[in-house]
Every structure is written in C-alpha cells, then in structure tokens.
C-alpha cells in the first residue's frame, strides 16, 4: 500500500458486517475494497454486508477500537477485523442497561 493517499492523517472507510457473526465487522480503505483481505478470513466472515461508509482520522471516537489502531491495521494489512465483545462483557452491558433504565 504505497498509494500516497494512505499516508495522511485521513482514511476514506468502508465498514462491512459480517453475514455468520453478530457484531463483527470489518473496516477496509473504500478504494481498495475486500480485496487486500485473505480469502480464508472472508469466508469465515461470510458475505460482507455494508454497513457503513465514514472518514477515519486518528481522533476520531469509534465504539469499540480506536481509530489510529485502525487506521494503522488497513494501512499494514489492508484491512481491520472487529471481533464481537466477549460474553461476559455483552452481558454486563446488558445488565447496566436495563438497570440505568429503570432510574
């Protein structure tokens, strides 16, 4: 990836979500697509569904990661795979949630 467009501090992102698992997705350079991502991977993921288009600058406040780490992983490898949370965290989530509802 030696494209000068991939060495600024933005990053045109595509973000797929995965078809066989809630809650993973995967962030690619929008130019470059899935293609930099191993097959291996892709067919573990299932068909990608597009889930959102966003401008990645290293400030920028994502949910789960941050965004120079992602920034960083698309710019190496050509692409970053968000995993889901682990259980035990989902479910505190959960819990938090539906406790802060009631107050």
Request: net charge neutral; with cysteine.
């Amino acid at each position: 990836m030696s494209d000068d467009r991939m060495r600024g501090d933005k990053l045109l992102c595509e973000v797929f979500k995965s078809s066989r698992k809630e809650q993973m997705y995967l962030y690619v350079d929008k130019r470059q697509g899935v293609e930099e991502v191993p097959e291996a991977l892709l067919e573990r993921f299932g068909k990608p569904l597009p889930a959102m288009t966003l401008i990645l600058t290293p400030e920028k406040s994502l949910g789960r990661a941050k965004a120079a780490d992602v920034m960083a992983a698309i710019r190496e490898k050509g692409y970053y795979l968000q995993m889901p949370p682990a259980k035990e965290d989902y479910l505190l989530d959960l819990h938090r949630t539906s406790t802060e509802a009631r107050y």
